[in-house]
Nanobody, 127 residues
Framework: QVQLEESGGGLVQAGASLRLSCAGS????????MGWFRQAPGKEREFVAA????????HYADSVKGRFTISRDNAKNTVYLQMNSLKPEDTAVYYC????????????????????WGQGTQVTVSS
């Protein structure tokens, strides 16, 4: 089992920045690809960003491309989501997810491809 815990959410004004963190614990001896998803009130959970086990490959939703950056520190079992130029439409609960994999360069962009999920952290962007 892997446990994931997100942190770093909050209330900010449009144009501000936030950095979310997701710390993993438990069975972290094997490789995991990681992803960030978000869910706004009344909407389905949607993909935000993904990163391969090695950290060498990343993928973003069009809505956040150029504003958000996903990164990871495998020594700390932590993945980050740097969010810049935040917009009110970025308001959502943000979830990190992990998928066990043997492929160091593969990322995953669909929620059903992930094995483990955190509890989420709220991000609210006011206009």
């Amino acid at each position: 089992q892997v446990q994931l815990e997100e942190s770093g959410g909050g209330l900010v004004q449009a144009g501000a920045s936030l950095r979310l963190s997701c710390a993993g614990s438990g069975r972290t001896y094997s490789g995991y690809a990681m992803g960030w998803f978000r869910q706004a009130p009344g909407k389905e959970r949607e993909f935000v960003a993904a990163i391969s086990w090695s950290g060498g490959n990343t993928h973003y939703a069009d809505s956040v491309k150029g504003r958000f950056t996903i990164s990871r520190d495998n020594a700390k079992n932590t993945v980050y989501l740097q969010m810049n130029s935040l917009k009110p439409e970025d308001t959502a609960v943000y979830y990190c997810a992990a998928r066990a994999t043997v492929y160091v360069s593969t990322y995953y962009g669909n929620s059903y491809e992930y094995d483990y999920w955190g509890q989420g952290t709220q991000v609210t962007v006011s206009s």
